[in-house]
């Protein structure tokens, strides 16, 4: 609050500074909605279930049975989104910036999932 008072007083004074003010505003919302997104982190794979941790203001961390996944999407060839889609049709996202690249969340879901169909671009994953 104070530092765009500051502005605004600069602004009265000098034009330019209207310029810097709103170049910090559109910057500060940028950055401010960039922490807000947030991203994966710590994602964990055991015998029964993918845990992981959603970074950003509003963090959380949500878990899924490996039972109620029936199948595993990734769509670009080098991206590190991963969908996993549920039995009841649900979708969930997963940005894999933790590992990566996504592949070691396949090799651990395939390892540890039984019947669930893994695809990589449309196409079955060659893994």
Same mark, same amino acid.
């Given at each position: 609050?104070?530092?765009?008072?500051v502005?605004?007083?600069?602004?009265m004074?000098?034009?330019v500074?209207?310029v810097?003010?709103?170049?910090? #505003?559109?910057? !500060?919302?940028?950055?401010y909605?960039?922490?807000?997104?947030? +991203?994966t982190?710590? *994602?964990?794979? /055991?015998a029964?279930?993918?845990?992981?941790?959603q970074?950003?203001?509003?963090?959380?961390?949500q878990?899924?049975d490996? #039972?109620?996944? !029936?199948?595993?999407?990734?769509?670009?060839?080098?991206?590190? +989104?991963?969908?996993? *889609?549920?039995? /009841?049709?649900?979708?969930?996202?997963?940005?894999?910036?933790?590992?990566?690249?996504?592949?070691a969340?396949?090799h651990?879901i395939?390892?540890r999932a039984?019947?669930?169909?893994?695809?990589?671009?449309?196409?079955?994953?060659s893994?």
């Amino acid at each position: 609050m104070s530092i765009a008072v500051v502005f605004a007083f600069a602004a009265m004074h000098r034009p330019v500074a209207l310029v810097f003010c709103l170049l910090f #505003s559109f910057g !500060s919302w940028i950055l401010y909605t960039g922490i807000a997104r947030g +991203c994966t982190s710590g *994602i964990t794979v /055991d015998a029964f279930s993918i845990r992981w941790h959603q970074t950003g203001l509003q963090a959380h961390s949500q878990s899924v049975d490996l #039972s109620s996944i !029936s199948k595993v999407e990734r769509l670009h060839l080098d991206g590190d +989104c991963v969908t996993l *889609i549920l039995k /009841d049709q649900n979708k969930i996202h997963i940005e894999d910036r933790f590992f990566g690249d996504g592949d070691a969340l396949l090799h651990a879901i395939a390892a540890r999932a039984d019947g669930v169909t893994i695809l990589e671009n449309g196409q079955p994953w060659s893994g």
